[in-house]
C-alpha cells in the first residue's frame, strides 16, 4: 500500500510541475504571438497542459483510492 501512495504523491507532484511549466509556456512571448495569430497555444504548451492535467488527477484519484481502502 505505500508503493501507491508514493506513486501518487510523484504522479501528483509531476502534474503539478506539468502545469506550472504550461502557465510558464503560455506567457512567454512566442506563445503570446502563436496564440493572437493562430488562435491556439503551441503544441508543447498544449501537451504540457494535457499531461500536467492526467497526471494530477491521476496522482489525487490514487491517493483517494488508498485512503478509502484504509476505511
Given amino acids: 500500500m505505500m508503493n501507491n501512495k ?3 504523491v510523484v504522479l501528483l507532484v509531476v502534474g503539478v ?3 506550472f511549466f504550461a502557465y510558464q509556456a503560455s506567457e512567454s512571448f512566442g506563445n503570446q504571438v502563436s496564440e493572437a495569430v493562430t488562435g491556439r497555444f503551441t503544441d508543447s504548451t498544449t501537451w504540457f497542459i ?3 492535467a492526467v497526471s494530477t488527477v491521476a496522482g489525487v484519484t ?3 483510492m488508498g485512503r ?3 476505511r
Fill in 50 to 52: 494535457i499531461l500536467g
Fill in 62 to 64: 490514487l491517493l483517494l
Fill in 6 to 8: 508514493i506513486l501518487a
Fill in 17 to 19: 510541475l506539468l502545469l
Fill in 68 to 70: 478509502s481502502a484504509q
